[in-house]
């Protein structure tokens, strides 16, 4: 079964920093693979904050959190991070990574994308935390 595996969340102090993981079984997040990290609020819409392109020469961040996150991807562990410093508040959902293999029609090695049908497999995300 191929899937998506978090670890890493919890509790973090305003201006803390928390490194989120994703690991990959069934398959390897390698070369083929767009990978992105999503946040969801309580009442809220998933959104995208971050996402790499496959070949890792596109990377994107959402302005919330630009210049704060970091995305990822160890090719040799098959597993992607999410490092988050100065976390506010507002960054208090549940974390999701997401992955999405080139295909046939797919816009290309150096574009990756912040919505949710652009992604084939997603994990099963875990919970940050962000209070003093």
């Known amino acids: 079964q191929l899937q998506l595996v978090e670890s890493g969340g919890g509790l973090v102090q305003p201006g803390g920093s928390l490194s989120l993981s994703c690991a990959a079984s069934?398959?390897?997040?390698?070369?083929?693979?767009?990978i992105g990290w999503f946040r969801q609020a309580p009442g809220k819409e998933r959104e995208g904050v971050s996402c790499?392109?496959?070949?890792?020469?596109?990377?994107y961040y959402a302005d919330s959190v630009k210049g704060r996150f970091t995305i990822s991807r160890d090719i040799a562990k098959g597993t992607v991070y999410h490092q988050m410093n100065y976390p506010k508040p507002e960054d208090t959902p549940v974390f999701y990574c997401?992955?999405?293999?080139?295909?046939?029609?797919?816009?290309?090695?150096?574009?990756?994308?912040?919505?949710?049908?652009?992604?084939?497999?997603w994990g099963q995300g875990t919970q940050v935390t962000v209070s003093s």
């Open positions: 790499m392109s496959s070949t890792e020469r596109s990377i």
């Open positions: 997401a992955a999405a293999r080139l295909h046939i029609g797919y816009p290309g090695t150096s574009y990756c994308g912040t919505g949710r049908h652009e992604y084939d497999y």
């Open positions: 069934g398959f390897s997040l390698d070369y083929y693979y767009v």
